[in-house]
């Protein structure tokens, strides 16, 4: 599992952050996702998927 992000997208909501500030946490100067590992361990990889789920933005994604 690897995340992707796309910053043009992000709009800072900061619903990643919440489900899973292992893996996100948001820029502060501008608000937006920054993450902390793009590679995410198993113990983390299903709140990682309900974070991209629920981004309105629609700024994160995972590739296999």
């Not at 043009?8 to 902390?36: H, Y």
């Amino acid at each position: 599992m690897r995340i992707v992000v796309d910053r043009d997208a992000c709009i800072g909501a900061g619903q990643c952050v919440l489900t899973e500030p292992r893996v996100f946490q948001q820029n502060d100067e501008d608000g937006m996702v920054e993450v902390r590992t793009d590679r995410p361990d198993t113990g983390t990889a299903e709140n990682v998927r309900v974070a991209v789920s629920l981004c309105p933005g629609r700024a994160l994604s995972i590739e296999a």
